[in-house]
């Protein structure tokens, strides 16, 4: 591949992320048929198809698929290190992207991203709200934010906030019916609002304290569903019983639109963590938002 150059790999992993050569040349600033002529020479040089076309979108071949996955540090260690070098010289600016659960959004960004786009005009941030895990770099995203410490290798999690309440709760309606639940037995008697994790289709468990002890409760299934706003909105319905993390509900706790349940009993549960690759700190963009955010969520 003695021909092979950066800017033709750099190209080809804008076609994977964008799913088209107009899409890439829009992410890369550049004319599509520079991004063509690059894949062209890049596909003559390897012998092999990177791509098939559909009528909208390209799709990796396996060779495709296998030169992605084993250049996608290397490309991404190289951006970063020129990035990092060019920032020598001018003001923070470009595109900094972030991916962050609804909840998240709700709860830290939405009081304070205006302020950081204010803050630094040059600066084009993209505000990315989904609840699934995400994988940054196949994603082709600067940032995340997530519950837990657990990421992929080559990634970087650092802590925003401690650990988190399980909250459990229902309505005032809701308690009319059916009562409140005096002790974690009689919640069998109840129905739960579940909520099913979107990456891994699993249903969350309902983690409480029982003498000291962390269990796991199980209660008859009123309803399941992917979205928090979803869950609250069931249970201010007085469909059943609801769990989330209680930054969610303690304002409608206030309100009385929402009762807590058995609130001696609530379990902890992960607080979220910002995660990057080792690398995109580097990039004085990037370094920005990262400290903005715990300037303000550490406030």
């Known amino acids: 591949m003695k021909g092979t150059t950066y800017n033709q790999l750099l190209m080809f992993h804008a076609i994977a992320r964008e799913g088209s050569i107009s899409g890439a040349a829009r992410l890369l600033e550049v004319a599509p048929p520079s991004v063509s002529q690059a894949l062209k020479s890049l596909e003559s040089e390897l012998g092999l198809p990177l791509f098939t076309r559909t009528t909208r979108r390209v799709e990796l071949t396996e060779a495709g698929h296998a030169l992605y996955e084993r250049t996608l540090d290397a490309i991404s ?60 770099l196949k994603e082709g995203m600067d940032l995340g934010i997530r519950f837990g410490d657990k990421v992929e290798e ?44 979107i990456t891994s289709k699993k249903v969350a468990p309902l983690p409480m304290i029982d003498n000291g002890n962390t269990v796991h409760v199980k209660i008859p299934t009123a309803l399941t569903v992917n979205d928090t706003d979803l869950m609250v909105d069931a249970a201010k319905k ?62």
């Open 77 to 136: 260690n190289l951006s970063f290190a020129v990035e990092s070098v060019a920032d020598l010289s001018r003001t923070p600016s470009g595109r900094v992207s972030i991916t962050v659960p609804r909840f998240v959004y709700q709860y830290l960004l939405e009081p304070i991203y205006v302020e950081f786009c204010q803050r630094f005009p040059e600066i084009q941030l993209e505000i990315s709200i989904f609840d699934g895990t995400v994988d940054i």
């Open 154 to 197: 080559g990634m970087i999690a650092k802590p925003l906030t401690p650990n988190f309440k399980e909250a459990v709760f229902a309505s005032p309606s809701y308690i009319a019916a059916f009562g409140m639940p005096q002790s974690i037995s009689e919640l069998s008697q109840h129905r739960q609002i579940q909520y099913r994790f």
């Open 238 to 299: 007085g469909l059943g019983i609801g769990r989330i993390i209680s930054p969610m509900v303690e304002p409608l706790f206030e309100s009385g639109e929402l009762i807590p349940v058995l609130e001696e009993h609530w379990g902890d549960t992960a607080g979220l963590y910002l995660y990057f690759h080792r690398n995109t700190q580097k990039a004085r963009r990037v370094r920005v938002l990262i400290d903005f955010l715990y300037e303000k969520i550490t406030q």
